[in-house]
């Protein structure tokens, strides 16, 4: 049987039932356009993930400082010699300790048996430039300055969730909080962090004020570098903290942008291409189901052509053809309808579409190949008929 007659008969196959061979090819469609539309939309969330990460997560550093026992590696002051680095957008210095991480606070003095006033709260002391370093605002009032530092004021800023605590929610009456048997002015309410989140649920005060609880030394330093500069910054930031004894600190840097880029974008892909795999298998059962049902119907057909002298490999060829047909059709369909879509949801996200071109070239072959394994079953079937059989 010529390759030219095969492909003929193969089309009129397709061709003789238009509605079904439509519905059919329906099936490679859709699964091929979910392949397509999946890994565009991933790659294209992607860069948008990964654009975020870069502004939030790669210009985020921070210095851990370990204890002494004898001078402090890093004074308070140390932040001043940082700032000024090229690169450093904002910096604080913190102290923390395990005898402040559960002290009593309460809102007032008085003993309310209807309401819980006191509550188990982290008390640490930080510089002036803790609200920009943690990426937040003040969401009430204002935080310390330099001024109540070197006043010792007994002043103190709560975190948004630790006001809720205390049911602290005015500022204008100046209320206190009770740190132990101290008193203590709150000034403001931090809030809106997007990073050191637990400072939501902690006390901060002064580090005048913070000797009454231990919290005499730096122990990590919170540093925002503009993008791209945190890796210079992240070697520099020791020797500016701690003159001479620079390699005892440890520093806890951002990985590089290129290796979050490729692991992001690796997971994000990895999940949408087993959602259009998904796709595709089902379209695949569906080409399998039509065609078998095709092979049932024209039973007389193969019987009537095997008797006039054609071989088992010409009828198993010419199904196998259709289904290929109709897969590659349904590829070529969905691999255009895949491209629209991606670059439609790019523009209503104002997004820059990412799409391989190796994928929408891939894709038609791949609906010709899923084509094929489907009809693999139906062909061997429609060949093994025996003349007599099928014309019985």
Known sequence: MHVRDLMGEAVAGMLARPMRSALTTLGTVLGITTLVVTLGVA????????????????TAITVE???SEHTPLVEWDAIDRLTPLRGVESAAAVAESRDSSNLSVRSNDIVDPTRVTRQSLTVLAATTGLPEAARGRMVQGRFYDTGHIRRGDRVAVIG??????????RLDRSPAIFIGKHAYTVIGILGDLRRE????TAVIVPPTAGRQFGLRDVTRVLVNTSLGAAGLIAGQAPAALSPGNGDML??????????ARDQAQDDVNALFLILGLVSLVVGAVGI???TLVTVMERVPEIGLRRALGAARRHIAAQFLLESTLIGLTGGVIGASLGVVT????????QWTPLLDVRLAIAAPIAGAVVGLLAGLYPALRAAGMEPVDALR
């Open 43 to 58: 790659a294209t969330a992607g860069n948008q993930i990964i654009g975020r990460f870069d502004a939030l997560v790669a």
């Open 288 to 290: 399998a189901n039509v």
């Open 65 to 67: 400082v370990p204890e």
């Open 250 to 259: 440890q520093v806890v840097a951002p990985p590089g942008p290129t290796r």
């Open 197 to 200: 989140r637990d400072l939501s």
């Open 342 to 349: 991606v670059v439609a949801v790019s523009a209503a996200k």
């Open 160 to 169: 948004d969730q630790a006001a809720r605590a205390l049911g602290v929610t």
